[in-house]
């Protein structure tokens, strides 16, 4: 497909969603290859497809049997056959980390247990480190410019709700016409990959060309642990793409005012500034991360909504019980389910000896069901006492973008129960298969009206 979604208005004040974006938009929706739609990595050589299937049961076991810190040994972790999911050398020492109390313990060690390094080949397929594999001093001055001088600025994140607000009303909107036409909807393609994609391009401040020819890049950009040949081609090509739209702005002065492009162009961090390269580097990067698991979150907060559909029609009566129905979703199903991290030196974790130089990945995701923390923590259950999730991380690495993806899921949630509030899942929850090991997110979300 090569018809363009435009950028409707310049980049320096709100948006404009016109017939003719719409129409574009539209058009893309029906040309997103269905292989897109999948979790990425449900697939993979050496990954037992019943871990895929249901990482939290087989992962709980290998708790109770092994304790919580579990060392991969040709390829297993106990009797589980799973991928070393970054890549890393085989001479690296690998570990399982598992139980809440043990990952909040690692990821709140920035000392001993780092960033740098921790993504393996996924990381290295990018070319340089971002943000979120730097650490120390570099790490702090790199999170206080984007915590205050970017993401925490009001007009980006005015800006940020002036793309998402029309574009959830728009394609909940269009779903809830296509019902009516009796169109069949998949809430993976008709509402979580368009909204995320569009509003994170319009947010980054780039006109798009085929939503499906990006998102194909960004899935190959972050697939270097899958794919690392691919994954160099496809960060190349990005790259290429933001440093021209970044000298066409420098050479026809229209650097804009909000998108995270103009934003990062204007920052002074007591004379730290980002170079020309930095900000293609950062352009190119965020995207996909704010594509691949914000849209697989959405996906997952729709397949668990629309699939407990007497606390969907609770949602629907009640706004204020939405926030706390998002971080549940966020609990139960997170789109990312492993933390990566690099072992700085010698040390023992959970009375286990990790020597300099290990990796680990923490099991986040199976941490969310921890009995240990949560009462009958495998049940979805929107009106449970609220406990961190370990969805964003913790300590001094938690996600930057989270306030973001939570003001796109709550925009979502509300465009829902606005204009489809008698949609349920078309099958029970439990027919819908989700699948992933490092991301996951169900093979579709269809919807009809009850």
Known sequence: MTSAIPLSAGLTGKPVFDDVYFADLDRAIRHIPAAML???DAELPGLDPAISADPYTPFMALQAEQGNVVMLR???YGSLAVINAFAHPPEHPNFAVLGYKTIEALLSDSKTFVNAGAYGAHGAAGGRAMVNETDGAEHQQLRRVFNFQIFGMRRLVDFAQACIDPLADHLARRAAAKLTRGE?????RDMAMPLVYASMAQIIGVPVGSLSHYVNMAERALGGSRDFDSAVVAVAELTAFFEAEYQRRLQSGTMGEHDLMALMAGVDDKGYRFSGE?????????????IETTWRQLANTCYALMGHGDQFAQLVANETLRPAAIEEVLRWLPSGGIIPR???QDTFLAGVEVRAGSSLCAFSGVANRD??????AQAFDIHRKRIPHLTFSTGLHHCMGQNLARQVLKKAVDALCAHLPDARLARPWQEIPTEGFVIRC??????RLQ
Do not use: K, M, Q, T
């Open 442 to 447: 169900p093979s579709e979300v269809p919807i």
């Open 371 to 376: 009995p240990l923390i949560w009462e009958n």
């Open 74 to 76: 040709d390829g297993h």
């Open 342 to 344: 690099l072992c700085a």
């Open 278 to 290: 930095d900000i293609v580097a950062y352009c190119r990067f965020l995207l996909p991360v704010g």
């Open 184 to 188: 069949p909807v998949d809430l993976s």
């Open 38 to 40: 999948g979790a990425g």
